[in-house]
């Protein structure tokens, strides 16, 4: 699952629990029942930011899968923020990896920048 997936399904796990406790508000002793509302209320909050993140507008990076056994590949995805080192990305084929810094390859002289890929390995 990638990480869009992965936010995505932590908010629809989080508003599932939360109609439940909303559900059983009533049932809740009246001194105890102003409290645990709020709570609610800054969890479904919560809620909302992990859904906005996950609507943000998405770039896309280039990564160099490293293989512990020496081979390497090159992958894309689209995330809403610039990876930095030592966070993991997902890929839909070989799951979570950690990356560990940023390459820069150059490209022929008057073309545009060099082409920057984030290196990255199999999270453990």
Not at 27 to 32: L, R
Request: charged share 25%; aromatic share 10%; with cysteine.
């Amino acid at each position: 699952m990638g990480e869009e997936g992965f936010l995505r399904s932590n908010a629809d796990r989080l508003a599932e629990a939360l109609a439940g406790s909303r559900s059983v508000l009533a049932t809740v002793d009246e001194s105890e029942r102003p409290r645990r509302a709020d709570a609610i209320d800054h969890f479904a909050k919560y809620v909302e930011l992990l859904r906005q993140t996950t609507a943000a507008t998405l770039m896309r990076y280039s990564f160099k899968r490293e293989f512990a056994d020496g081979r390497w590949d090159v992958a894309e995805t689209e995330l809403p923020a610039e990876p930095l080192i030592g966070e993991y990305v997902w890929f839909a084929d070989t799951g979570a990896w950690k990356v560990s810094g940023v390459q820069r390859v150059a490209r022929p002289v008057g073309q545009v920048p060099p082409h920057e890929f984030f290196a990255c390995a199999p999270a453990a």
